[in-house]
């Protein structure tokens, strides 16, 4: 059946578009037909390129950020093969029909009934291919939170012009809203408030917070070794004396990076679609660092590149962090950069000179960058060896990964030999994954065992450690996401999040429900894992019946549309705190 649709969705959009040469006369009939097709032939090639590392197909607000482009230069190099000029062979041989042999083309011009009845029939196969494909999927087109199963559905470009719909919608959506939709997610995520642990609510009060992203860093590295040598040395002691959590979860979306920021901060999902960081940059926000800001904290973020990528620039001042110390703040050098920008290790080191600058307490950001794919390194920076496996991309993240293990020891080396570190809480957790599903073989065979959709699943897992002065801390398996990370580290430093609205719970709490959900509405909870539409019992990855997942499912989808609600209608500009 899915054969069948795959065959049949291109087909009725291209004899939607490409038929509307119908209505020209003589060659500009195949001039038009000529540039139709070239058009979507780079449409659809822009997708697989996008697709080759994100797994994942281009939306509007993506293409709005066009200031990223530019830095994607190296990773796009890694994307682009030679043979993709068969994407666009087809094309130059129509140009060259159209240009040099038009004879060999039919010029005639077409009755009023010829063309209607093309059209009928062109109408009829979307239809067609619709109630296919909602046989596949119900509601495919209301739920739209997976684009793989949408794009498998209606094709490519159906996919497009929808999307363009949804655009649209959410621009009108903000101008419709009011305050009154507040009221019930107010109810909602009041309900699920979780007291604090007592004994460590405000044990950090007065303290600073240093939070640090681990670009791309998955928890299947921590513990494991890869040729024989450990990925990870110096977490895994770290492991030892702080708070690690390795049921915690990345809940990022198109926006990566940024979303996981957008995550800790606001303890909102991201949007299904597009980064929020370019698409509700000016919404109100009630972020951690606006809380911190109250309490006398200096709040500053910390990122050695253009200030601009992601909209860090114009969403942080939003987020109210007092400093942005970007690519300016920084002496980059050829030496000290790598694949994307400047080397972690040398990244800490100058940022330790602006922190000792700080009036405290201070919260400061820092967004780790060498450990990006294409997973570049330098031989001198080389502390392990690569993987051997079919993909270079897996083969080579371990040495960075390894490489930023040991930035993070000197970090907090250097955090001791200023007095920092026993006056501070620090945390360190994992943005996104780093291997997309794109190496799943190779994955495979470094796991030793197949990738299934559940194992998929077990690998969003990311690191997460909270490390707290005077307390020793231990291994904490609550299955929870970054969602949870803005109720927990207000709480430790002695400030309430009851009021908020949030939908994260503090990762200390004992009545913590054992419940996280991804941004494709994939869910863990204790005794289950749903995703792909299916339903897996947790501990075993046995496929179970869809019904005893039911109930989560929609308590997931509740939970995704809420957030959803408030960052479309703007709805926090209408909460009085
Ligand atoms: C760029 C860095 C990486 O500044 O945050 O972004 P990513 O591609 O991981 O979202
Ligand atoms: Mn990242």
Redesign the pocket.
């Known amino acids: 059946m899915q054969e069948y649709i795959l065959i049949l969705n291109p087909l009725s959009f291209l004899m939607i578009g490409a038929g509307i040469g119908l209505f020209f006369t003589g060659r500009k009939r195949n001039y038009f037909v000529l540039i139709f097709h070239a058009f979507i032939s780079v449409v659809l090639y822009a997708n697989v390129v996008y697709y080759r590392e994100f797994f994942d197909f281009i939306t509007i607000p993506l293409l709005m950020q066009r200031s990223n482009f530019a ?1 994607l230069g190296t990773s796009i190099r890694e994307l682009v093969n030679l043979t993709d000029i068969f994407y666009f062979l087809d094309t130059v041989f129509l140009a060259y029909l159209v240009v040099r042999k038009p004879v060999l083309l039919s010029l005639e011009g077409y009755s009023r009934p010829q063309k209607t009845a093309f059209y009928y029939i062109a109408a009829a196969l979307a239809f067609l291919n619709l109630s296919l494909a909602e046989t596949q999927r119900s509601e495919l087109l209301t739920r739209t939170f997976d684009r793989e199963i949408l794009v498998k559905n209606i094709g490519t470009y159906h996919y497009h012009i929808y999307d363009a719909f949804l655009h649209t919608k959410a621009k009108a959506q903000r101008a419709m809203a009011d305050g009154d939709e507040l009221s019930d997610i107010e109810n909602f995520t009041q309900a699920r408030y979780k007291q604090p642990t007592a004994t460590l609510f405000g044990i950090g009060k007065g303290k600073n917070l240093i939070v640090v ?1 681990l ?2 860093t998955q928890s299947f590295v921590i513990g494991q070794k890869v040729n024989e040598q450990e990925i990870t040395p110096f977490l895994n002691d770290f492991k030892e004396e702080s708070f690690y959590f390795d049921e915690f979860y990345h809940q990022t979306g198109q ?5 996981s920021e957008f995550l800790l901060d606001n303890s909102l999902y991201p949007l299904s679609r597009g980064a929020v960081f370019f698409t509700h940059a000016d919404n109100r926000y009630y972020s951690m660092t606006e809380k911190l800001k109250e309490k006398g904290y200096f709040t500053a973020t910390l ?1 050695a ?2 200030k601009s ?2 909209n ?1 620039d114009v969403m942080y001042g939003n987020l109210k962090y007092d400093r942005f110390y970007s690519l300016l703040d920084y002496q980059v050098t050829a030496q000290n950069s790598v694949g ?2 400047m080397k972690d290790i040398d990244f800490f080191y100058q940022s330790v000179q602006h922190m000792k600058q700080m009036p405290r307490p201070f919260y400061t950001k820092f ?1 780790t ?1 060498t450990n ?2 294409p997973f570049e390194l330098k031989p001198e920076d080389r502390l392990i060896d690569e993987y051997h496996s079919v993909s270079g991309t897996l083969n080579r993240y371990f040495p960075t990964v390894r490489y930023t293990d040991e930035a993070i020891k000197l970090f907090i080396e250097d955090l001791k030999k200023e007095g920092l570190y026993e006056d501070s809480i620090l945390v360190l957790y994992g ?2 994954y780093g291997i997309s599903e794109n190496h799943h073989e190779a994955m495979g065979q470094f796991l030793g065992k197949e990738i299934t959709p559940y194992e998929n699943i077990r690998l969003q897992r990311v690191p997460l450690f909270i490390h707290i002065p005077g307390i020793k801390g231990g291994t904490i398996s609550s299955i929870s996401g970054q969602v949870d990370l803005r109720p927990t580290l207000l709480h430790l430093l002695g400030i309430e999040t009851k009021e908020d609205i949030q939908f994260g719970t503090d990762l200390f709490s004992k009545q913590r429900d054992q419940f996280t959900v991804l941004r494709d509405g994939s869910f863990i909870s204790n005794d289950f894992i749903f995703t792909g539409g299916n339903c897996y019992q947790k501990d075993t990855g046995i496929v179970i019946e869809k019904a005893s997942c039911e109930p989560i499912i929609e308590q997931a989808k509740q939970e995704l549309e809420y957030s959803d609600q408030i960052i479309y209608g703007d709805l926090l500009r209408f909460y009085q705190k």
Request: proline share 0%; charged share 25%; net charge negative.
């Open positions: 830095d992203s670009e791309s926006g990566k990076t940024s979303d990122h590149n253009n990528f992601w860090r994307w920008g967004i960058l990006h794919f943005d996104h």
